[in-house]
């Protein structure tokens, strides 16, 4: 098991900002692909923007324009710029690794994940 450590969480306005961070320096495997992704209780996990393995960045639609996804590769981490945000927006948000990750990527097939970091907007 490898260690993706999320930060950043926490509870903002409608309209706040948030910017999450994951740490993937424990992992040394440059082949993957890391990106993030939400769930609400009792729904599934959902992508929300992944630097994928095409090469792009790749977002939702309910956050394009939004929320904005960057890295620093010397660090192996990556972040996620959250503008705008909505009560929608409401879930815990996970870092993700896999060697062919894309916005899509179900939650099974993900080989890596963080414990997750939760993000609370209220109205």
């Known amino acids: 098991q490898v260690n993706l450590a999320e930060s950043g969480g926490g509870s903002v306005q409608r309209g706040g900002s948030l910017r999450l961070s994951c740490d993937a320096s424990?992992?040394?495997?440059?082949?993957?692909?890391l990106g993030w992704f939400r769930q609400d209780p009792g729904k599934s996990r959902e992508g929300v923007a992944v630097?994928?393995?095409?090469?792009?960045?790749q977002y939702a639609t309910a956050v394009k324009g939004r929320f904005t996804i960057s890295k620093d590769n010397a660090k192996n981490m990556i972040y996620l710029q959250m503008d705008s945000l909505k009560p929608g927006d409401t879930a815990k948000y996970y870092c993700?690794?896999?060697?062919?990750?894309?916005?899509?990527?179900?939650?099974?097939?993900?080989?890596?994940w963080g414990r997750g970091t939760q993000v609370t907007v209220s109205t």
């Open positions: 993700a690794a896999d060697r062919s990750l894309w916005i899509g990527l179900p939650e099974w097939a993900v080989r890596f």
């Open positions: 424990a992992l040394t495997d440059r082949r993957y692909y």
């Open positions: 630097f994928a393995t095409d090469g792009t960045a």
